[in-house]
């Protein structure tokens, strides 16, 4: 945009107008979900997004809003959640100190800053100029999630409580990875999600593999996006599989289903991480948001 900026200021901070130049900024994001309602900013709530609004809106004075690959639930934590961020170019200049060490990435000193705007249980790892056609939802290619159970008789040490789940009862890996396996693949995953009016519930659910480790039991589970829920739902039948409450085959079963099945219940929040996004290379990356946009069916 070459327009003059349309700019107006209320307690010191300047806000958008639509003729305002604006630079897309990808950020790498981490936290500890424990003590957050969710990613998505909730009035009167204590968000992952509403943190980091607040605090990239204190540094550049001006509001902005934080778009995430993936909007968590509450309790749920992140190692390698990815979002976007518009600021106004005439805003940008706020990131920078007043004599910048050489050699030094471009906007290290913005991420040192957040450092200590932010709490402890929120971290913006890294900070870059976004290439063109990127967006941090639309543009990805697959989510990547771990779910970890603790099947200790006594729970979960105390280093890992807030980030796995106790599940003092055995369950049979094997049968669980054969029931994941008869899953993998573009479907309709009604029967794991909750209900969102308009949204459809087709996904390419690419991967979903149990692991054990002395008492630690973990699902890797990837696709090209997830509906509301899905992770947990997925594991919560599983673990019914897990416990020979059902048979593997029951949860291709459930794949007929056109509503969020109510024969087994979703995983509690704490075990689940979202671990890595995956995105094209540059030059895909605006075709790839046209793809994503499309209203799935399966034919």
């Given at each position: 945009?070459?327009?003059?900026?349309?700019?107006?200021?209320?307690?010191?901070?300047?806000?958008?107008?639509?003729?305002?130049?604006?630079?897309?900024?990808r950020?790498?994001?981490?936290y500890?979900?424990?003590?957050?309602?969710?990613?998505?900013?909730?009035?009167?709530?204590?968000?992952?997004?509403?943190?980091?609004?607040?605090?990239?809106?204190?540094v550049?004075?001006?509001?902005?809003?934080?778009?995430?690959?993936?909007?968590?639930?509450?309790?749920?934590?992140?190692?390698?959640?990815?979002a976007?961020?518009?600021?106004?170019?005439?805003?940008?200049?706020?990131?920078?100190?007043?004599?910048?060490?050489?050699?030094?990435?471009?906007?290290?000193?913005?991420?040192?800053?957040?450092?200590?705007?932010?709490?402890?249980?929120v971290?913006?790892?890294?900070?870059?100029?976004?290439?063109t056609?990127?967006?941090?939802?639309?543009?990805?290619?697959?989510?990547?999630?771990?779910?970890?159970?603790?099947?200790?008789?006594?729970?979960?040490?105390?280093?890992?409580?807030?980030?796995?789940?106790?599940?003092?009862?055995?369950?049979?890996?094997?049968?669980?990875?054969?029931?994941?396996?008869?899953?993998?693949?573009?479907?309709?995953f009604?029967?794991?999600?909750?209900?969102?009016?308009?949204?459809?519930?087709?996904?390419?659910?690419?991967?979903?593999?149990w692991?054990?480790?002395?008492?630690?039991?973990?699902?890797?589970?990837?696709?090209?996006?997830?509906?509301?829920?899905?992770?947990?739902?997925?594991?919560?039948?599983?673990?019914?599989?897990?416990?020979?409450?059902?048979?593997?085959?029951?949860?291709?079963?459930?794949?007929?289903?056109?509503?969020?099945?109510?024969?087994?219940?979703?995983?509690?929040?704490?075990?689940?991480?979202?671990?890595?996004?995956?995105?094209?290379?540059?030059?895909?990356?605006?075709?790839r948001?046209?793809?994503?946009r499309?209203?799935?069916?399966?034919?």
């Open positions: 945009m070459t327009n003059e900026p349309a700019i107006d200021t209320d307690g010191g901070l300047v806000h958008l107008s639509s003729s305002r130049a604006l630079t897309r900024l950020l790498d994001v981490s500890d979900g424990t003590d957050f309602a969710g990613w998505a900013p909730q009035t009167g709530q204590r968000t992952v997004a509403g943190l980091i609004d607040e605090a990239l809106t204190t550049f004075r001006t509001p902005v809003t934080v778009r995430a690959a993936g909007r968590t639930d509450a309790g749920v934590h992140a190692t390698g959640q990815v976007h961020v518009d600021v106004p170019d005439d805003a940008l200049p706020h990131a920078y100190p007043r004599s910048a060490r050489p050699d030094e990435p471009e906007f290290l000193p913005l991420v040192r800053r957040l450092g200590r705007f932010l709490p402890a249980d971290r913006i790892r890294d900070i870059i100029r976004a290439p056609g990127f967006d941090a939802r639309f543009s990805a290619l697959r989510r990547h999630y771990t779910y970890r159970l603790g099947t200790a008789p006594y729970g979960v040490e105390p280093q890992s409580a807030r980030f796995v789940t106790p599940w003092p009862r055995p369950l049979d890996v094997e049968a669980m990875n054969d029931a994941g396996s008869q899953l993998v693949g573009l479907r309709d009604a029967a794991f999600c909750r209900h969102r009016e308009g949204a459809t519930t087709i996904r390419d659910l690419q991967r979903l593999e692991t054990r480790d002395g008492d630690l039991v973990t699902a890797y589970v990837s696709a090209d996006a997830f509906c509301w829920s899905m992770v947990r739902s997925l594991v919560g039948a599983l673990i019914a599989v897990g416990e020979h409450r059902r048979e593997p085959e029951w949860c291709a079963g459930l794949l007929s289903a056109t509503r969020r099945s109510s024969e087994f219940a979703a995983a509690p929040p704490q075990g689940l991480t979202l671990v890595g996004v995956d995105y094209p290379p540059d030059d895909e990356l605006a075709a948001t046209l793809v994503t499309d209203l799935r069916v399966i034919d």
